[in-house]
Each structure stands twice: as structure tokens, then as C-alpha cells.
């Protein structure tokens, strides 16, 4: 395999795009120059346009990184991993519907509920969904509802502040296990306030052990328990996880989604 050498000039442009943060775009010339029989017949600014894309693909890698870092996600797993059945509940038609991303686009904003029992993977599929959103340049933020609603009422207005300045430049917000504890009145003032906030402007997607009827009783006062309700479920697609690996079967009765072993 023969070695190519580089001269002077061509290492002193190495450099200089290096040294003004165009690392990418160096080593795209490089490749360039290392296989210059097949780029002779490009033209320059088909040329050039293969170095902007390798700068512009470095870009998105690193954005990508940063809001993943941000989301704190609990799954690694993304979308197209998510298995997609009638069985399970998670149909070809809801997979079709999230990927498209229409939901978050503005006039268009639809929310996600994701209910289903201990085991069936709804953190999973949650977090899927979170990764595929960051994948197309959206900010997510992940919460474990328990721990939002303490931060909420926490005696620390900065600390405060900070959450809730994280919340409204997250544009979309996953919270994760609601309705495991009765919320106070305060904690339910909390998070009527952060979805009021939030409708027709920013989604919301949320996973819960317990149905509509179950998270009624979760929430204090019956105006605020409507309207916290009304807020998640009127303008959203609701999707209910049937099964896990051990064929536990959910089924929408009572307060509670039921685990019942086949």
C-alpha cells in the first residue's frame, strides 16, 4: 500500500483548519488527497460540499451527545429496537405516528401516556422514544415523577429555579412511574402548574402504572384532579402495554392495571 506524502502547503491547511476547530473538515481533505483517483473527477464544489457535511455531520454527533447527556434517559435501547406487536399493545400504526414526530410540531402538539404494569417495559419504551427525539435534534428531559414533584416543593427557591428553567427549555419531558404516591396538595398545584405551562406548546410523555381512574386518586381537589387530567389525556395518543417476556397480561379494570399470569 502505497504511502502519501503530504506537502508543506497541503500540511500548513491541515493546520489551520485544525487550529479554527474544522478538525473534521481536515481530515475529509486528507481522505481527499489520499484518494485523489477517485475525487479527480469531482468537481471543486462537489469537493467542497463533502467537507461541509463532514464538518456538519461532527456538529450533529456532538449536539447529539450533549442532549443525551442532559436527558438523563434510564434505557440505553432506542426506538427501533422497541418491539412492535397488536399482542403487546404498541401497534405498527402508534410506532408509525411517534417516528413521524408530528406530535411535536407546533399547531400539532399531541402528548403520550404510557400505561401499563410493573414489567411490561414502559420505561423502555419511554426512553425509546426520548433517543429517537434526540436523534432528530430535540431536546429531552427524563424525571421519575416522585423525585420531580419533591424538587418541585423544594425549600431551595435557586434549586427551584433551575428545575423549572430546565423543564421549559426541554422541549419535550418524559415522567416516568406517576401516580405511585398521593400527591399533596401542594405537589398537585406543582404539576397542574408545569402541564398548564405546557399545553399546545410542548409535549409531554408520560408513563404510569395505574389508568385515568387510578390517577385520579392520586391528585387532591377535584378541579385541579380534572384539570391535571384533562391536560395529560384530552390531546394525547394513549397506548396501554400488554405482556412482558413472562406473557403477564394488563388489563384496564378498576384503579389499577392488574397483573394476571396466563
Known amino acids: ?134 436523534s432528530h435534534g430535540l431536546s429531552v428531559r427524563y424525571y421519575k415523577a416522585g423525585q420531580l414533584l419533591r424538587d418541585l416543593l423544594d425549600s431551595s427557591i435557586h434549586k427551584i429555579r433551575i428545575l423549572k428553567s430546565n423543564i421549559r427549555h426541554s422541549q419535550i419531558i418524559i415522567i416516568d412511574d406517576l401516580g405511585m404516591n398521593k400527591a399533596s396538595d401542594e405537589a398537585s398545584n406543582a404539576l397542574y402548574d408545569l402541564l398548564d405551562e405546557r399545553v399546545n406548546e410542548l409535549p409531554v410523555i408520560v408513563g404510569s402504572q395505574v389508568n385515568e381512574e387510578g390517577l385520579r386518586a392520586c391528585f387532591t381537589g377535584k378541579a385541579q384532579t380534572d384539570g391535571i387530567l384533562r391536560r395529560l389525556f384530552q390531546n394525547s395518543i394513549n397506548i396501554i402495554l400488554k405482556g412482558d417476556p413472562e406473557e403477564v397480561e394488563i388489563k384496564k379494570h378498576g384503579v389499577a392495571l392488574q397483573e394476571e399470569h396466563s
Open 1 to 134: 500500500m502505497n504511502t502519501i506524502c503530504f506537502t508543506d502547503e497541503q500540511k500548513k491547511l491541515f493546520y489551520k483548519l485544525s487550529d479554527c476547530g474544522l478538525a473534521s473538515m481536515s481530515e475529509a481533505l486528507k481522505i481527499q488527497i489520499e484518494n485523489s483517483n477517485i475525487y479527480s473527477s469531482l468537481s471543486f464544489e462537489e469537493r467542497f460540499a463533502e467537507l461541509i457535511q463532514a464538518y456538519d455531520d461532527t456538529l450533529t454527533a456532538q449536539k447529539t451527545e450533549t442532549l443525551l447527556k442532559r436527558s438523563k434517559l434510564k434505557s440505553k435501547q432506542s426506538f427501533n429496537e422497541i418491539t412492535v406487536s397488536n399482542e403487546r399493545g404498541f401497534t405498527s400504526d402508534m410506532a408509525k405516528w411517534i417516528s413521524s414526530l408530528s406530535w411535536t410540531h407546533p399547531g400539532r402538539i399531541s402528548n403520550i401516556t404510557v400505561l401499563g404494569a410493573s414489567g411490561t417495559g414502559k420505561t423502555t419504551l419511554l426512553c425509546g422514544i426520548g433517543h429517537h427525539c434526540i
